[in-house]
């Protein structure tokens, strides 16, 4: 029997009566672990406390080395099932285009790996961690096997995102930890097992996010792409919960702001889904998020309580969303929210419970701009001089709609006032003016629906043509009637893979679009 006794203790923080790496009860017990989690005050090893509070793993008093080793060997089945050699496979032909093909599977996999590939290299590039070709390699893998032990989802974009804080956390954990360990301790921090406790920990968290990453009736194929639609699919579980979250928890709790929405034609999936989807990875600076995420795991891995984190955001954001257009509107919510963790959770917690927790006090107004908080929270990490560089990959949608919502704001109105300074422009001047009077006229579109985010995601990852309900249908004023430009669908060219590059690693293909920063 292993035992639970106290590490040397040397980080050991002053406001606190439990120490780093101390497994000792009852602080280890779930009931303290939850309290703990909701006040912000998790200690080390913090994944650790996570996967106990998913029910990944029980508390330190049961089994919890036996429960963590048939996760591990788990893994270690799954690896071995899903990376069978086609070669030892006698009789089947490598060119077969059948479904129970050895071969065949070989080369979907080879696809999805790379398909994954694209995205990890990308993965929060402002930090040097996630730049290790080793730990890329790590993240395709898990996200591999685990897109292959759930077929009806498969791999989508934005896992990587829920995968990376994880895999950071359970890295930071081992790099923290004291030389003097217990032996339970030393069990769960070996780094052998990293691979093996990221995808427990990912499969965990997953059970309370996957239902927003189904696509209603569609799934996705062998090679990890989602099927081109020839018609329009049933709704998204997402799509259905953020519209249950608006009709019975954010109506009913402000029902000026909801109003206010609907009247804008701002749905809640244009924001919604990138919120749920990645856990809020993108809304709040990346050193707060562990807090953030212990916050929600405290209520098991359902994540029974996110959509009050999704109200508290919208309420707490509503003095900047009242009195503002649509276009105000949209760039608000498509951007990080003036908003710190500590106060979204007191006021998630607040709608949740009224009369157990007051209200907190909103804090104090910061003095900057909204466009100079916006860059600086872009760059996630405090004191980031970049504004583009922490930008979380595939955020192309989200900051062209804001740099659009901010140009449909300010250019209309300068370029109007422009325009009654210089009543009579010389000849060098009315040219240019009268371009920027056209541009600000195109901006003006007051005859349109915002456009369906989902329907937009799914064109862009399944290569689809023309899918969608609603379009944005632009007015020009006074301007003569245009040709309309043909849609084109932005697609990512794959390679086509060699049979013969397909044996040199356990990642054959391990960097087909030479993607992989340095």
Not at 58 to 70: H, M, Q, V, Y
Not at 204 to 210: T, Y
Not at 247 to 275: K, V
Request: charged share 25%; proline share 8%.
């Amino acid at each position: 029997m292993m035992d639970h006794k106290n590490g040397d203790g040397s980080q050991s923080p002053s406001n606190n009566t439990v120490s780093d790496y101390d497994l000792q009860l009852p602080a280890w017990s779930l009931e303290c672990l939850k309290a703990a989690a909701v006040q912000h005050r998790l200690q080390r090893p913090r994944s650790l406390a996570w996967a106990i509070l998913l029910n990944a793993l029980p508390p330190p008093n049961a089994d919890i080395a036996g429960s963590l080793k048939t996760h591990r060997n788990f893994y270690n089945d799954i690896k071995s099932k899903l990376s069978m050699d086609p070669r030892n496979v006698i009789g089947d032909d490598p060119l077969s285009q059948n479904d129970e093909s050895a071969w065949n599977q070989h080369f979907c996999d080879n696809e999805l790996k790379a398909l994954i590939l694209q995205d990890v290299v990308r993965t929060f590039p402002d930090e040097l961690y996630f730049r290790d070709k080793d730990v890329q390699d790590m993240m395709v893998q898990v996200l591999f096997f685990w897109a292959r032990s759930h077929a009806y989802v498969g791999y989508r974009q934005g896992m990587h995102e829920v995968l990376a804080p994880l895999l950071l956390e359970l890295h930071r954990d081992r790099t923290h930890a004291p030389r003097t360990l217990t032996n339970t301790l030393r069990y769960i921090l070996e780094e052998e097992y990293l691979e093996h406790d990221s995808y427990m920990m990912f499969s965990a968290v997953m059970k309370g996010l996957e239902k927003f990453y189904t696509t209603g009736d569609v799934v996705p194929s062998s090679c990890g792409r989602l099927p081109v639609s020839k018609v329009i699919h049933n709704p998204n579980e997402v799509v259905r919960y953020l519209d249950k979250v608006r009709e019975e928890c954010l109506s009913p709790l402000d029902n000026e702001l909801a109003t206010h929405l609907a009247q804008c034609n701002i749905s809640m999936e244009l924001f919604g889904i990138r919120w749920l989807r990645l856990l809020f990875g993108r809304e709040f600076p990346r050193a707060e998020l562990p807090q953030l995420w212990g916050f929600l795991f405290a209520d098991g891995p359902m994540l029974p309580n996110i959509h009050y984190v999704v109200v508290a955001i919208l309420i707490a954001m509503k003095a900047t969303l009242m009195d503002a257009d649509s276009g105000v509107v949209l760039s608000a919510l498509m951007r990080p929210p003036r908003l710190s963790v500590t106060y979204a959770c007191a006021l998630a917690l607040h709608l949740r419970s009224p009369l157990q927790h007051p209200r907190p006090q909103p804090p104090p107004v910061q003095d900057k701009d909204q466009d100079e908080w916006a860059l600086e929270q872009q760059g996630y990490a405090t004191g980031s001089d970049s504004g583009s560089e922490g930008v979380a990959e595939g955020a192309d949608i989200a900051r062209s709609l804001a740099a659009l919502g901010l140009l449909r704001a300010q250019l209309p109105p300068a370029a109007a006032a422009l325009a009654r300074e210089l009543r009579d422009p010389p000849p060098r001047v009315a040219a240019p003016l009268q371009r920027i009077l056209k541009l600000a006229a195109l901006l003006e579109c007051r005859n349109h629906a915002l456009i369906d985010v989902e329907t937009a995601l799914e064109a862009a990852e399944a290569g689809a043509e023309q899918i969608g309900r609603r379009k944005i249908v632009p007015v020009i004023v006074n301007h003569k009637p245009q040709p309309k430009p043909a849609v084109k669908v932005k697609e990512v060219p794959l390679k086509l893979f060699h049979k013969t590059e397909c044996f040199n690693s356990d990642l054959p293909c391990l960097d087909p679009l030479r993607l992989r920063t340095e």
